[in-house]
Every structure is written in structure tokens, then in C-alpha cells.
């Protein structure tokens, strides 16, 4: 069975700096996507950014890029010059693409931003 | 707009009450999905359908029940709620199978924060 794990709870970076977030994923399958939600104060769920596991290039979506690592199972986040508004919790998530009924989270990583 | 609207968004309930949350997209998707949120577990499935009168559980079905009887909703039903079911409900809605307008994304509600007391 597919899991995902973020193996930091919670992470604090300073305002305008540069962080990293973890995810590790267990599959046995070739094609998936992977994903990274954002859940701020208000509880709502934003799809941050996506990546396909067949593209061998990492998906950017403004301050926000992953290192995807797909030998090696590893789907990091990094935020660059980190705000405010990114105080959130963070989920990683994957689904199969082939088998997509299933789609499974990590159990997040709370980012704190410092002023 | 395309969304996916939950409710009630609060609600305070006693044991044993039975009660539904609503859920209900406008995006035409097939997939639609509960989940629970607790704090340091994340987020776990509850129940899932893959089309219309097609539904299956996750990992966590216990004391729940759903129904898709409309491809646009997708009730969650606590027929006996317990306090071990306070928690934060959400549901989330995708394309479902191979296909160019799949991109795998789940779409979420803005969340039901149930309490039993």
C-alpha cells in the first residue's frame, strides 16, 4: 500500500528567507501525481503545486518549486522569500494515476513565519 | 464559480443524534470523497464514489454512511454520532480515470467542524 510521509510537524523560517519542506512517498507504481495543499488559518485546502510523475522536470508556480526526486521517492517543497500569508499547514498527497480512487496525505507540516 | 459547497460549516450535536452533512459540486465530476482532520493524524478517508450509486470505504468508514444517488452530491451521514467523530469534515470532488481534463487534482469544500457531545 502507497503511503506518504512528512517528517517534520512543524518548521519555522524567517520572513523573506528561503525553506524547505519534506515529503517521502512509498509506491510501487510508475505514473502518479504528486501534490502539496496549503491549509492557512481559514482551514481551507489550496492546491499549492502538482507534478506529474512522468515529467522529468520539477513544477514551478511562482515562489513555489519542488525537488522531485522519483528513484528516490522524495517530493520536497521549497518556498522561496517566505511571507506572511504562507503560515500554513502543508500536505503532501498522492494519488495513482492509473488506480486514482485512492489519494493519500501526509499528516502535514505546520510552517510558522517569523517576522 | 466552480466549487464544492459543505454543510453545515459548524455544528454542535449530542450523542446519539443522527445528522448529515451535505456536500454538493458544480464541476460535473465523477470522483467525490470524505475525509476527517485531526490533529496529528491528517487527513483519512472516510468514504469514496466513483460515479452514481457507485461507493466504497476509506480508511475509516466506521459509524459513518453515504449515498450518491446525483453525480452532484455526496451526503455524509452519522446515523449514532459518538464524541471519537468530533472532528473537521471534508469533502473533495476530482475527474476520475485517464483523460485529458484529469489532472488529478482534488477540488475541496471549506470544511464541516462537527462536535458531539
Known amino acids: 500500500a502507497q503511503t506518504v510521509t512528512q517528517s517534520q510537524p512543524e518548521m519555522s523560517v524567517q520572513e523573506a528567507e528561503t525553506v524547505t519542506l519534506s515529503c517521502t512517498y512509498d509506491?510501487?507504481?510508475?505514473?502518479?501525481?504528486l501534490f502539496w495543499y496549503k491549509q492557512p488559518p481559514s482551514r481551507q485546502m489550496i492546491l499549492v503545486i502538482r507534478?506529474?510523475?512522468?515529467?522529468?522536470q520539477n513544477a514551478t508556480e511562482n515562489r513555489f518549486s519542488v525537488n522531485f526526486q522519483k528513484a528516490a521517492k522524495s517530493f520536497s517543497l521549497k518556498i522561496s522569500d517566505s511571507q506572511l500569508g504562507d503560515a500554513a499547514m502543508y500536505f503532501c498527497?498522492?494519488?495513482?494515476?492509473?488506480?486514482?480512487?485512492?489519494?493519500?496525505f501526509g499528516k502535514g507540516t505546520r510552517l510558522h513565519i517569523l517576522p | 464559480e466552480a466549487q464544492v459547497t459543505q454543510n453545515p460549516r459548524y455544528l454542535i450535536t449530542v450523542t446519539g443524534k443522527k445528522l448529515t452533512v451535505t456536500c454538493s459540486q458544480n464541476?460535473?465530476?465523477?470522483?467525490m470523497s470524505w475525509y476527517r482532520q485531526d490533529p496529528g493524524l491528517g487527513l483519512r478517508q472516510i468514504y469514496y464514489?466513483?460515479?452514481?450509486?457507485?461507493?466504497d470505504k476509506g480508511d475509516v468508514p466506521e459509524g459513518y454512511k453515504v449515498s450518491r444517488k446525483e453525480k452532484r452530491n455526496f451526503p455524509l451521514i452519522l446515523e449514532s454520532p459518538s464524541p471519537n467523530q468530533t472532528s473537521l469534515y471534508f469533502c473533495?470532488?476530482?475527474?476520475f480515470g485517464l483523460g485529458t481534463t484529469n489532472t488529478g487534482e482534488l477540488f475541496f469544500g471549506e470544511g464541516s467542524r462537527l462536535t458531539v457531545l
Open positions: 464514489s466513483m460515479n452514481v450509486e457507485v461507493t
Open positions: 509506491t510501487s507504481e510508475s505514473d502518479y501525481y
Open positions: 473533495a470532488s476530482s475527474f
Open positions: 464541476m460535473n465530476h465523477e470522483y
Open positions: 498527497a498522492y494519488r495513482s494515476a492509473h488506480r486514482d480512487d485512492k489519494i493519500i
Open positions: 507534478q506529474e510523475a512522468y515529467k522529468q
